[in-house]
């Protein structure tokens, strides 16, 4: 069964960080390589950071810079650590592999960036 839990979100202001986690099942997490995503109000859902198995991370250009994903295999967890944020980021937050599983969609975390 595949399993994916976020954590970690929350209202933050503009500028701040959250630190989001996710925990996943580990026949999924030793696949191969994991992804952040989200949804913001209205819109569709989007990659934000990717991480490959051996832990190479690639960005969604508007995130570069800002966000951080790392994976920790022995914990079976992938976190994405999230600075200067903006209100733009709004979003619920998504973790599940890259590409991704359709039956592994989680609840997500949301993060709300607003003064």
């Known amino acids: 069964q595949v399993q994916l839990v976020e954590s970690g979100g929350g209202l933050v202001q503009p500028g701040g960080s959250l630190r989001l986690s996710c925990a996943a099942s580990g026949s999924i997490f030793s696949t191969g390589a994991m992804g952040w995503y989200r949804q913001a109000p209205g819109e569709g859902r989007e990659l934000v950071a990717r991480?490959?198995?051996?832990?190479?991370?690639n960005y969604k250009d508007s995130v570069k810079g800002r966000f951080t994903i790392s994976r920790d295999n022995a914990k079976n967890t992938v976190y994405l650590q999230m600075n200067s944020l903006k209100p733009e980021d709004t979003a619920v937050y998504y973790c599940?592999?890259?590409?991704?599983?359709?039956?592994?969609w989680g609840q997500g975390t949301l993060v709300t960036v607003s003064s």
């Open positions: 599940n592999t890259y590409p991704a599983n359709y039956y592994a």
């Open positions: 991480i490959t198995l051996g832990g190479v991370p």
